[in-house]
């Protein structure tokens, strides 16, 4: 899947969770993303941030792919 989708994706998924809570937004994407994303849409967006920094991710949705990234999700 093209970076372009993966980020609109990690984008949509963000405007809801900020939507119902800010402070908790970003640990709240990054567990969706582990739980709902297949293996090969998570290290698609893991390889946008590491070759980008991210480019076109919103502010919650960036920090979400770096705990993502980081291995710092909970437990699905």
Known sequence: MSP?????MVNQIGK???A??????AG???DHLQ???DP??????IAHLAETGGT???PAS?????ILAAGKQTAA
Do not use: C, H, P, T
Not at 40 to 45: A, E, L, N, Q, S
Not at 62 to 66: D, E, G, I, M, P
């Open 4 to 8: 372009d989708k993966l980020v609109y």
């Open 16 to 18: 809801y969770f900020v």
């Open 20 to 25: 119902q809570n800010q402070e908790k937004a």
């Open 28 to 30: 709240a994407i990054a």
């Open 35 to 37: 739980q709902f994303w």
């Open 40 to 45: 090969r849409m998570r290290r698609g967006i």
């Open 56 to 58: 076109g991710l919103e």
């Open 62 to 66: 960036l920090s979400a792919v770096q």
